[in-house]
């Protein structure tokens, strides 16, 4: 089943504290010059129209990157240092005007890429793969897969840097996805146990997440961070009510990071009923 379409959502609260972790990774990297991978299990198109009948249509970029952009003209002063990068890949591809191109994490990431780093992406999706590839079009430091994410992570590990970021941002269309999270996570971390692995979730059942976060604490990794944002409460209605990162081997500096960047990302989005968390699920 591939119904799922990231043009209805692009830019939306989830992305933003998505995008922004993975940036704060991808700087870390760049402390050192040895060449890092980037690889991303479920890449979609790499590049939103926020302008497309799609994204009209939801109207949740409303709600996510508009009301930060416009904070970020607004609160100039108070805007933390460490979002800049994240902002910059988002101005790269607007020519610094007005908002109008989001970033998917395949553009974030090309926007850290430096000669010697490379990346490798999969999407599976027969209308999103074609539109990828064009997006990187003779790229030579893009490697691009019409694949199953899962497997081709399974088959590139270890990676022949020995240091990078995997993002794992499936759709969760299934039930079954969120323990294929898990299993991939307990696949890759015997095959390459220093890698950065970053998993993106939905709070739409809070129960799915608790499982999964069960699931990774069954399988006996140190390091684990979990980093969230909520718009509104907890709720058996539908709807996404928060999203957040797992992150497995983080950087030293990214707890403290987000605990600076989380209250004003709150307050720019959601200054009455937002809520967040930075939290150990496994500690060192
Ligand atoms: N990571 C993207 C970003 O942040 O801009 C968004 C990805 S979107 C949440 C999930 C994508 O996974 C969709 O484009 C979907 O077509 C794709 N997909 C679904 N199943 C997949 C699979 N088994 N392997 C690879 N891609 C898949």
Redesign the pocket.
């Known amino acids: 089943m591939?119904s799922?379409r990231?043009s209805f959502h692009a830019g939306n609260h989830a992305?933003v504290v998505?995008h922004i972790v993975q940036s704060l990774i991808l700087n870390s990297l760049k402390q050192k010059d040895k060449p890092f991978v980037y690889h991303?299990?479920?890449?979609?198109v790499g590049r939103y129209d926020l302008t497309h009948e799609w994204s009209e249509k939801t109207g949740e970029y409303k709600q996510g990157i508009a009301r930060l952009w416009s904070a970020r003209e607004a609160d100039q002063q108070n805007l933390p240092e460490d979002i800049q990068s994240y902002l910059e890949s988002i101005s790269i591809l607007n020519n610094g005007e007005k908002l109008r191109y989001y970033p998917?994490?395949p553009r974030v990431a090309r926007a850290h890429l430096r000669d010697q780093d490379r990346m490798v992406l999969?999407?599976?999706?027969p209308a999103?793969h074609p539109l990828l590839e064009q997006e990187f079009h003779r790229d030579r430091q893009v490697s691009i897969y019409k694949e199953?994410?899962f497997k081709r992570l399974k088959g590139s590990l270890p990676p022949k840097e020995r240091r990078g970021l995997v993002?794992i941002?499936?759709?969760y269309e299934l039930a079954k996805e969120y323990r294929d999270v898990v299993t991939a996570i307990a696949q890759s971390h015997k095959r390459w146990a220093t890698g950065i692995y970053a998993i993106w979730y939905p709070v739409v059942n809070r129960c799915d997440i608790e499982d999964m976060i069960e699931g990774l604490e069954g399988l006996g990794i140190n390091k684990i961070l979990q980093i969230e944002l909520g718009v509104s409460p907890d709720t058996n209605e539908r709807g996404m009510t928060a999203s957040g990162m797992i992150v497995i081997n983080p950087p030293w500096k990214l707890e403290s990071q987000m605990n600076e960047i989380l209250p004003f990302l709150k307050e720019a989005i959601a200054p009455a009923t937002g809520h967040f968390k930075v939290e150990w699920i496994v500690p060192e």
Do not use: I, R
Request: no cysteine; proline share 9%; charged share 30%.
């Open positions: 591939l799922y990231h992305d998505k991303d299990t479920h890449s979609g998917g994490s999969t999407e599976l999706h999103d199953d994410g993002l941002d499936p759709p």
